[in-house]
C-alpha cells in the first residue's frame, strides 16, 4: 500500500490524481502531517508526500530503522514538477515509484542512487539474497576498478560491468560459504528440496530434517527456491508450516507424474500410502537437476518425514520484444524494461541503433544484417540455453511479419520465453490515416521469399471477395515489383476504382509521410519496404483527408438517420 500525504490544496488535488488512479495501491492520510507521516511509515510499504523534502527528511528522519525494511518514501514539490526519490531507493522501491508518479503527474522524476544514475543495476536490485561488502563492491563497480563475477551456479543476470577477474568479486552461488574481503555472495533461487511427511508429521521435524540436509551438503537455506511434495500432501500441516517458515512456496505434483520420474531410492511404503514409489527424491527430481542430497528420512521414532535435496538447471530467460513502429514515445515501458534487463541483445544491426542507448553498460549485443531472421532466432535461442538474460527484438510487434515465430519455433520448455507486445506498422499507419480498420480488417504480406504467391494470391482474392479492408506489409522492393499491381487488380475486381486507399511510408518517424489516394490513382512506383500500404472496403470514405471505414454496426445506421448517437462503443 502506498500512504499519500498533503498538507496544501495544491498538494491535495495531486494527491487525488494518484489516489483515482491508483485506487487499489493508494491510501489518503489525512489530518497533522506530522501524524499522518508516523502512521503512513508503520502502515505502509511506500509514501508519496506532497511536501517540502527538508520537511518530510525532518519527520522521516526519526522514524528510519533499516533501509532493506524502511519504506521507500518520495517527495512530490508543490508546483508537480519533480518527483524526488528521498528514502529507499532500492530497498523501498522509491526510484521506481518516483518514475511512476512522474509520469502520471507529468513531473521529472529525480533519482540520486549512484548505480541508478549511471544506468547500473545494483546488487541489491538483482532479485537475490545477498550477502558481503556491498557498499565496497558496488563503489568499485562505479569507480570503474576491475571487479571479478564467479559464477558458481549458472543463472541469468542483467548486464554487469564485471571482469574475469579483479581484486573484488561477485560470487553467484548456492554453497554454504561466508564472504571474504571485497567480496559479495548473490544467492541464486537453485535449490528444491522435495518432502514426504507421514499424516501429522511435526513441523518441528520436518524443518530440523531440511535444515539438517542443507547443512550436511554445504547448502546456503538463503538459495532454496520451494519444497515439492505429493498432491496427496498438499494440505499436510507439517509441510505447508514448514514452507511458511522457511519462505518459499509449495509445489505439488500428481502421484502419476511422480511415478514416472527415475529414482535412485523408491520404495513401496509411498507407493502404498500414496500411489508413486518415490515422492521427495521424486518431487524434487521433477523438473530435472543434480540430485545434491540422496532421500533422507527424519530423526524421529518413528521417522515421520523425508526429504532430498537437487540442485535445478538454470533457466534462461528469452523476451522477444516488440519496438513498434520506431518513434520513441510508442516503445513501451515493458519493452524498455526488457532492453534493460537482458545480458544478451539480439537483432538486427538497424533496429539495435534505434535503442543502443537505453541498454546497460555490458549488455552484450549480438546484431546481423538484412535476411538473417532464423540465424538471429537460433542465436537467441542458444544464448538463453546457456542460462542468459536474452531480448531478441523486433519492429512493430515482434510477433506480426517479426522474430517471434522463428525463435518460439526454435524455442523449447527448457526456457522461459516472454513476449512483449508492440505497435504495429498497420496500427501506426492507421492512426495517421484516419480510422480506416474501424471494421474487419486483414494483414497479408507481399513478400514471395517465404511464401509461395500461389498462396498469396489466395488470400488476397479471400479479402477481396469478402470486402475486408487490407493492410499490405513488405508491399514491393528492387527485386519484387510486380506483386502490389497484381495485388491491386484482384482487389479492383471488387471494389470501385474511388476506393480510398493510405499509403504511409516510416510511420511515426521524423522523415514520415503519408497520403490517401485512390485505388485508380495509386501508382505502385511510389511504394517501398518501408511503406504500409491500407486498401478500404467498399465502405471505406474519404472524409476531409482521411480514410474512414464505419463499424458497421446496427445503432450507426440508426443514428445516421436521426442525426444523433443511439448507441454506446461496445467494450474490445
Not at 511536501?51 to 518520495?74: F, H, I, M, N, Q
Not at 512522474?102 to 541508478?116: F, I, K, Q, W
Amino acid at each position: 500500500m502506498i500512504g499519500l500525504i498533503s498538507a496544501t490544496a495544491a498538494g491535495a488535488a495531486a494527491r487525488d490524481r494518484l489516489a483515482a488512479a491508483w485506487p487499489q495501491r493508494t491510501r489518503v492520510y489525512d489530518g497533522p502531517v506530522g501524524d499522518a507521516v508516523r502512521r503512513a511509515f508503520s502502515e505502509c510499504e511506500q509514501l508519496v508526500c506532497f511536501l517540502a523534502t527538508g520537511a518530510v527528511v525532518r519527520l522521516v528522519a526519526p522514524l528510519l530503522e533499516d533501509k532493506s525494511a524502511d519504506p521507500g518514501v518520495v517527495c512530490v514539490d508543490e508546483g508537480g514538477r519533480f518527483a524526488v526519490s528521498l528514502v529507499g531507493g532500492h530497498g523501498g522501491g522509491a526510484n521506481e515509484l518516483a518514475v511512476e508518479v512522474g509520469e502520471l503527474l507529468g513531473a521529472d522524476p529525480v533519482v540520486t542512487t549512484a548505480t541508478d544514475s549511471v544506468g547500473i543495476p545494483g546488487l541489491d536490485t538483482l532479485g537475490f539474497p545477498l550477502e558481503g561488502d556491498v557498499a565496497a563492491v558496488t563503489r568499485a563497480v562505479l569507480d570503474g576498478e576491475p571487479v571479478a563475477l564467479d559464477t558458481e551456479v549458472a543463472w541469468p543476470l542483467p548486464p554487469l560491468p564485471l571482469a574475469a577477474q579483479g581484486a573484488y568479486t561477485v560470487r553467484l552461488t548456492d554453497r554454504a560459504v561466508e564472504p571474504g574481503a571485497q567480496e559479495v555472495l548473490l544467492r541464486p533461487p537453485s535449490l528444491v528440496v522435495g518432502v514426504g511427511a507421514s499424516k501429522g508429521a511435526p513441523v518441528e521435524e520436518v524443518l530440523e530434517l531440511i535444515h539438517g540436509a542443507l547443512q550436511d551438503a554445504g547448502l546456503s537455506p538463503r538459495s532454496l527456491a520451494e519444497l515439492a511434495t505429493v498432491d496427496a500432501k498438499a494440505g499436510e500441516p507439517g509441510i505447508l508450516d514448514a514452507a511458511r517458515r522457511l519462505g518459499v512456496p509449495l509445489v505439488t505434483y500428481s502421484a502419476d507424474e511422480l511415478a514416472g520420474i527415475d529414482v535412485p531410492n523408491p520404495s513401496d511404503a509411498p507407493l502404498a500410502a500414496v500411489g508413486t514409489p518415490s515422492v521427495a527424491e521424486a518431487a524434487a527430481l521433477v523438473r530435472g537437476g543434480e540430485l545434491l542430497v540422496p532421500k533422507r528420512k527424519s530423526a524421529g521414532q518413528p521417522a515421520m518425514a523425508t526429504c532430498a535435496v537437487v540442485r535445478r538447471p538454470a533457466r534462461g530467460r528469452l523476451a522477444v520484444v516488440g519496438l513498434g513502429p520506431g518513434a520513441r514515445d510508442l516503445l513501451t515501458p515493458r519493452a524498455k524494461a526488457e532492453l534493460r534487463r537482458a545480458s544478451v541483445l539480439v537483432g538486427l544491426d538497424q533496429y539495435v541503433d534505434q535503442i543502443r542507448d537505453l541498454l546497460r553498460p555490458g549488455t552484450r549485443i549480438l546484431e546481423s544484417g538484412l535476411g538473417a531472421e532464423e540465424e538471429r532466432a537460433r542465436t537467441a535461442v542458444a544464448e538463453a540455453r546457456k542460462g542468459q538474460a536474452v531480448a531478441l527484438i523486433g519492429s512493430g510487434d515482434a510477433g506480426v511479419y517479426a522474430m517471434a515465430s522463428p525463435a518460439l519455433a526454435e524455442a523449447s520448455d527448457d526456457i522461459d520465453v516472454v513476449g512483449v507486445p508492440g505497435v504495429t506498422a498497420a496500427l501506426a499507419a492507421a492512426a495517421i490515416l484516419g480510422a480506416p480498420l474501424g471494421h474487419d480488417h486483414v494483414s497479408i504480406s507481399l513478400s514471395d521469399l517465404h511464401t509461395p504467391w500461389e498462396v498469396i494470391e489466395r488470400r488476397v482474392r479471400a479479402a477481396a471477395e469478402a470486402d475486408i479492408v487490407v493492410t499490405f506489409y513488405n508491399p514491393r522492393s528492387r527485386g519484387r515489383d510486380w506483386q502490389l499491381p497484381k495485388a491491386l487488380a484482384i482487389l479492383a475486381e471488387h471494389r470501385e476504382p474511388t476506393t480510398p486507399v493510405g499509403v504511409v511510408r516510416n510511420a511515426s518517424r521524423p522523415d514520415g509521410t503519408a497520403r490517401v489516394t485512390t485505388l485508380t490513382d495509386l501508382d505502385p512506383a511510389t511504394v517501398d519496404m518501408m511503406t504500409v500500404v491500407t486498401v478500404g472496403n467498399t465502405a471505406t470514405r474519404d472524409i476531409a483527408g482521411r480514410m474512414v471505414t464505419p463499424r458497421g454496426y446496427r445503432w450507426q445506421e440508426s443514428a445516421s438517420k436521426s442525426g444523433s448517437a443511439a448507441g454506446q462503443e461496445e467494450p474490445k
